[in-house]
Antibody, heavy 123, light 110 residues
Framework: EVQLVESGGGLLQSGGSLRLSCAAS????????MSWVRQAPGKGLEWVSA????????YYADSVKGRFTISRDNSRNTLYLQMSSLRAEDTAVYYC????????????????WGQGTLVTVSS | QSVLTQPPSVSAAPGQKVTISCSGS????????VSWYHQLPGTAPKLLMY???RRPSGIPDRFSASKCGTSATLGITGLQTGDEADYYC???????????FGGGTKLTVL
């Protein structure tokens, strides 16, 4: 069974930094792209970033480019999101999701999601 | 303002059919596969449809999807109260080099 478990969320002040983690199990983590998607309170889904299976390709949403860094440790089956210069508008539940990059010629959808971790940035 | 446009809400009676539209452009829906997600209250999103019209295993055939040009549509037949959720369309935008989602549609089963 595929499981994605996020951790690292919390309450912090504007301008601060935080690192989110996503522990994956139930599939060959090193063979799949992974992504972060966030959802502000009462709002819709917003894609944040994606990393390929080997971390050779990385994409970011314009809203986080230069402030967030996605990475992965395939030996630990773990995905990370380092967030810095946080703003109030970064307040959201952050979901880790499997997929998001091209695999076998097709851009893979987000086929599994974690339960999310809440990040609250106070101004 | 979302790149993909969905109606904010739709409603129908139990047992009836409903459709949810998702409108985009040539840089996203027009040239990339569309996927659909549903999110039950208080839970994480779940993949409902992918590659425009394919169902993951475990998704009943009451759910269907189609695409024509720069618009996509999700259909649900035999509505059940358990279908009440937020539904999102999503796809890659080749111009933005980013995934984009619709603003979400809240389905109410009256």
């Amino acid at each position: 069974e595929v499981q994605l478990v996020e951790s690292g969320g919390g309450l912090l002040q504007s301008g601060g930094s935080l690192r989110l983690s996503c522990a994956a199990s139930g599939f060959s983590f090193s063979s799949y792209a992974m992504s972060w998607v966030r959802q502000a309170p009462g709002k819709g889904l917003e894609w944040v970033s994606a990393v390929s299976d080997s971390a050779g390709s990385i994409y970011y949403a314009d809203s986080v480019k230069g402030r967030f860094t996605i990475s992965r440790d395939n030996s630990r089956n773990t995905l990370y999101l380092q967030m810095s210069s946080l703003r109030a508008e970064d307040t959201a539940v952050y979901y880790c999701a499997k997929g998001g990059m091209v695999r076998e010629g097709v851009r893979a959808p987000f086929d599994y999601w974690g339960q999310g971790t809440l990040v609250t940035v106070s101004s | 303002q979302s790149v993909l446009t969905q109606p904010p809400s739709v409603s129908a009676a139990p047992g009836q059919k409903v459709t949810i539209s998702c409108s985009g452009s040539s840089s996203n829906i027009g040239n990339n596969y569309v996927s659909w997600y549903h999110q039950l209250p208080g839970t994480a999103p779940k993949l409902l449809m992918y590659e425009d019209n394919r169902r993951p295993s475990g998704i009943p055939d009451r759910f269907s999807a189609s695409k024509c040009g720069t618009s996509a549509t999700l259909g649900i037949t035999g509505l059940q109260t358990g279908d009440e959720a937020d539904y999102y369309c999503g796809t890659w935008d080749s111009s933005l080099s980013a995934w984009v989602f619709g603003g979400g549609t809240k389905l109410t089963v009256l």
